[in-house]
């Protein structure tokens, strides 16, 4: 009846995997379209944390952003691509990779914004970039960047083409990290 119908519900699971939960019993042929973070503006914040497991389904991904260049071979035609947001907790070198379970031809890029994010525009922010970077051709993708502590980075996953498919988003440090604790005060200059 019209009475039980409802409106989707957005869990913290559930966004973080790029999807609505419709409830229980709904079946996914049912679902409609809709990727809470398929334009930069709605990135999806990732937990504070040296460690991070987030899996993602594309399906309804748009494309949006500016173009990728210097990716391994040059410009990459990219489109239905999600974005998430990720505040590093500590300076060190960071990964970020899809290789894990990743069922499409994908184009992974890393923007640093700063202290807070900010949306790239043309030409500008682009700090890492990786095609098929997991050692298979027309596969998943994964990059190493220099992470700042405290800094924003907005990572966007891609499709090469526009492919679309199901993955996991993993982000961990390659170097050791120790994020301060809660009410952690740093000092400046020494003092």
């Not at 405290?150 to 170097?175: F, M, P």
Request: hydrophobic fraction near 30%.
């Amino acid at each position: 009846p019209e009475s039980l119908r409802r409106l989707p519900e957005r869990n913290g699971a559930c966004a973080a995997a790029s999807g609505y939960y419709f409830g229980n019993g709904t079946l996914c042929s049912e679902r409609p379209c809709g990727a809470p973070n398929d334009q930069c503006a709605d990135a999806v914040p990732l937990a504070y944390s040296p460690t991070v497991n987030v899996p993602f389904e594309s399906r309804c991904a748009t494309t949006d952003g500016p173009a990728v260049v210097g990716c391994d071979t040059g410009a990459q035609p990219v489109g239905s691509d999600m974005w998430y947001e990720y505040i590093a907790p500590c300076e060190g070198t960071v990964r970020v990779s899809l290789c894990g379970s990743t069922d499409f031809d994908s184009v992974l890029v890393v923007y640093g914004t700063g202290a807070t994010c900010t949306c790239p525009v043309e030409g500008s922010g682009q700090v890492a970039c990786g095609d098929d970077t997991c050692g298979v051709q027309g596969g998943p993708s994964q990059v190493l960047f220099e992470a700042e502590g405290g800094h924003c980075y907005l990572i966007r996953v891609a499709g090469w083409q526009g492919e679309k498919g199901n993955g996991v988003l993993a982000v961990s440090y390659d170097t050791p990290c120790s994020p301060p604790g809660p009410g952690a005060c740093c000092l400046a200059d020494g003092a």
